[in-house]
């Protein structure tokens, strides 16, 4: 069973940065990539940024390339997503999501956290 916990949301002002966490267990054993979604109110849940943990390779949404990055601390069982340069329209609420491959990337991933909520002010 894999369980994922975010932490590191929080306010910020435009140009500001955050760093979300998402502690996993049993990540590596048993999934093959972990992502950022993110839902703002009244829209629907998007994809933000995938790592594929088997080959390393990134996905990034056209809106994030440049500012977000995602890392995996495989000794930390911890996916990062590093949030640079934040706009209003970052704010949300996070989400953290693992899937063992077939649904990587997409809103019916197998495992989810209960997501953190960025605000980001202008």
């Known amino acids: 069973q894999v369980q994922l916990v975010e932490s590191g949301g929080g306010s910020v002002q435009a140009g500001g940065s955050l760093r979300l966490s998402c502690a996993a267990s049993?990540?590596?054993?048993?999934?093959?990539?972990v992502g950022w979604f993110r839902q703002a109110p009244g829209q629907e849940r998007e994809e933000v940024a995938t790592?594929?943990?088997?080959?390393?390779?990134?996905y990034y949404a056209d809106s994030v390339k440049g500012r977000f990055t995602i890392s995996l601390d495989n000794a930390k069982n911890t996916v990062y997503l590093q949030m640079n340069s934040l706009k209003p329209e970052d704010s949300a609420m996070y989400y953290c999501?693992?899937?063992?491959?077939?649904?990587?990337?997409?809103?019916?991933?197998?495992?989810w956290g209960q997501g953190t909520q960025v605000t980001v002010s202008s």
């Open positions: 049993g990540l590596t054993d048993l999934t093959s990539c």
């Open positions: 790592l594929y943990t088997k080959w390393g390779g990134t």
């Open positions: 999501a693992a899937d063992p491959g077939r649904r990587c990337g997409r809103i019916d991933s197998a495992y």
